[in-house]
């Protein structure tokens, strides 16, 4: 017997975009951006992941993995097939694919830590394969490891796998409230989804939507739908195990293709009984821009993606259909397309207008037209050409940028209103479960890692008039910070005319806030995480969503104390967990409280989040700390607005 340890390939891939340049003086029409084709620059780089690894044999450790004890996970309900797995083109090569597939498919559904394969007479070789396609034919498994232990029959020389051992990336509770998660995010996306959209139209809004919700991942590091769903990142393995879930709930078929020589993994999709290549990554070229979708990778055929240097794929399908080559609708459209009423929504970016019309062009009706430029610099005389907006949808309204500011759009009503100004040039915008993102930029031009903003759209357009509470008049210094945190969508006063500065902020309120301020989706969070935290109550989907993340962990006996008020100390420690899943911040500084006078009645779990409060400025009290000092309701809206401006969300 041998013990082998199989690393399943992980593929990331990246396209990028040349850089703009500004026109001078008479403003004539530059190569039309993103495009490289026409910039004169050379081809888009590309960023390859390792290929695959087998680490060889481990002394005879495996003679003891009868003694291992194992632990069932909860069971998923069980097909008897997966059909997705008919499409691989190791099915015809390998004799008995499907009996051997189907197993160990029904084995991971139900959980069991291992599987008899002795019947089978499976060799190395095609085991490994078939394990293989468990990850691009199977979204669902994103809890399974890509390692795995396996036997064989007759020492190091055997050639047939007797039983293999899975393993699995997350305990029995964790794998239940991740399978939730990915189901219901799944369930939220095709609800979005307009009934009676043909095919080709479904797959385009998936396809849009996608790309103008998610990023690339840069450190390469999320290769599974779940996780790309969470951290709203993923390399390519990860956008295209993601459409393909989609599209199977809205009834269609899609498979990955995979070219080991690039390095890549991309989608073929069925629309109408052919068979068309669909790649999401290079339609969201990096370094990413909030609002801008490309659609240079859609519904292509072999020969058309094939000059698009994509090469050496395996795939058991073959793309050959003519019916999208000729000037389809998305042709040349550099943001996302809204379907609604049955018509297309979409920005010509050399008309530089909002048109709306069936996806077959016929009665085209211009919507909203885009009069100011993006200039560069401030003497008016260079400017960037194309159209940089993102195109969404709330509400009924569309939801645009110009240059200076977010517009609402009713298209029926022919009325069109500005919402916000943020006071720099908007270079895109896009909106996500109810919130706008939208980016401030110097210029198109994007080095990587700038920093999106953010409002709570229910805020957007209502008047910018003075505070309605009494007790916090305009020379009070709570009333920036107040501003702040109400426009921001983040909390109200406890009355129409009242924000009560001095009321102790309970734990469950900061933790809602929290919660608001990170765009939390309450939807995903339906259980409960703590015995005295029940179901139904407000805060309940934001406790249980701060302890998924790890923000919090409770009182140590199962409760979480949400009535009780927060304690200084309690504020720092949470408020340094979030900085740094928000990625904002410096790193504190080692001897930053060394000053302080009651540092010794600091806690010893709060020390390092207090150390990061007071070395980013958010931190009370002069040189005190006052760790078990209760947080006030004015205290906590000074913090959540300097939070919110360093994270971009105010």
Same mark, same amino acid.
């Given at each position: ?7 399943? %390939? ?23 951006? @993103? ?14 992941? @390792? ?76 085991? &490994? ?6 990850? #691009? ?83 390469? $590091? ?23 879930? #989609? &599209? ?21 999709? %069925? ?29 292509? $055929? ?10 050496? *794929? ?13 000037? @389809?609708?998305?042709?040349?459209? $550099? ?11 979409? #920005?010509?970016?050399?008309?530089? %207008? ?39 949808? *709330? %509400? ?123 765009? $939390? ?75 302080? @006078?009651?540092?010794?009645? #600091?806690?010893? *779990? ?36 300097? &939070? ?7």
């Amino acid at each position: 017997m041998k013990f082998v340890e199989y690393m399943e %390939k992980r593929l990331g891939n990246r396209r990028t975009s040349p850089p703009f340049s500004p026109e001078e003086e008479d403003f004539s029409f530059l190569p039309d951006p @993103p495009f490289d084709s026409g910039s004169g620059t050379s081809s888009p780089a590309r960023v390859y992941r @390792p290929g695959v690894r087998l680490v060889g044999a481990r002394k005879l450790f495996a003679l003891c993995m009868a003694a291992l004890l194992v632990v069932m996970l909860p069971a998923l309900p069980v097909s008897a097939v997966n059909q997705f797995s008919s499409y691989s083109p190791n099915r015809a090569r390998i004799p008995g694919y499907d009996r051997v597939y189907d197993a160990m498919y029904d084995a991971v559904a139900s959980g069991k830590p291992s599987l008899d394969l002795y019947e089978y007479q499976v060799s190395v070789q095609d085991f &490994l394969d078939i394990y293989s396609d468990l990850f #691009i034919t199977a979204p669902e498994f994103f809890f399974l490891s890509p390692r795995v232990v396996y036997h064989t029959m007759d020492g190091v020389f055997s050639t047939s796998v007797v039983d293999v051992y899975f393993k699995y990336e997350m305990n029995p509770s964790e794998r239940e409230a991740a399978s939730a998660l990915y189901e219901k995010e799944l369930s939220y996306i095709v609800s979005l989804v307009p009934e009676g959209l043909s095919e080709a139209e479904r797959a385009l809004f998936v396809h849009d939507y996608l790309i103008a919700s998610f990023a690339y991942d840069g450190t390469e $590091t999320i290769y599974d739908a779940y996780h790309l769903f969470r951290s709203r990142k993923g390399v390519c393995q990860a956008y295209a195990l993601a459409y393909s879930a #989609i &599209l199977r709930e809205l009834g269609m078929e899609s498979v990955l293709a995979v070219s080991e020589e690039m390095g890549h993994a991309w989608n073929v999709v %069925k629309v109408d009984g052919e068979w068309y290549h669909v790649d999401l990554v290079y339609d969201d070229p990096q370094p990413d821009r909030c609002g801008r979708v490309l659609h240079d990778y859609f519904l292509l $055929t072999d020969d058309q993606i094939r000059e698009k240097e994509h090469i050496s *794929w395996e795939c058991a399908v073959t793309c050959t259909s003519d019916t999208y080559v000729r000037n @389809p609708l998305w042709a040349g459209v $550099t943001s996302r397309m809204i379907a609604a009423d049955g018509l297309w929504y979409y #920005i010509d970016p050399d008309a530089r %207008k909002v048109y709306r019309s069936p996806l077959n062009r016929r009665g085209r009706e211009e919507v909203f037209s885009f009069e100011d430029r993006w200039m560069d610099g401030d003497d008016g005389r260079r400017y960037w050409v194309g159209v940089f907006s993102g195109l969404s949808l *709330w %509400k009924g309204s569309l939801v645009v940028n110009t240059p200076g500011e977010v517009w609402f759009c009713d298209p029926d009503m022919g009325e069109s209103r500005p919402v916000l100004s943020p006071g720099g040039a908007v270079y895109g915008s896009n909106v996500y479960k109810g919130t706008l993102e939208y980016l401030v930029a110097p210029s198109p031009n994007l080095e990587g890692g700038e920093p999106v903003s953010s409002a709570v759209l229910d805020t957007l357009g209502a008047s910018s008039s003075p505070l309605p509470f009494e007790d916090v008049p305009a020379e009070s210094i709570y009333y920036p910070a107040v501003k702040t945190v109400r426009e921001a969508g983040l909390f109200e006063g406890v009355s129409e005319d009242r924000f009560d500065l001095s009321a102790p902020f309970s734990r469950a309120m900061f933790v809602t806030v929290m919660g608001r301020l990170f765009g $939390t989706d309450v939807s995903l969070y339906d259980w409960t995480s703590f015995r005295d935290v029940p179901r139904g109550t407000w805060y309940a989907p934001y406790v249980s969503w701060a302890a998924s993340e790890g923000i919090v962990n409770g009182m140590g006996d199962g409760r979480f104390d949400p009535d009780s008020p927060l304690t200084r100390e309690q504020m720092y420690k949470i408020t340094a967990l979030c900085g740094a899943l928000l990625g904002v911040g410096r790193d504190a500084e080692p001897d930053v409280l060394d000053a302080c @006078p009651d540092r010794d009645r #600091i806690s010893s *779990w709060a020390i390092p989040g207090t150390a990061w409060c007071r070395t980013n400025g958010l931190f009370f009290g002069g040189g005190t700390v006052g760790p078990q000092k209760t947080v006030s309701r004015g205290e906590a809206a000074v913090l959540f607005a300097a &939070l919110a401006k360093m994270a971009g969300k105010a």
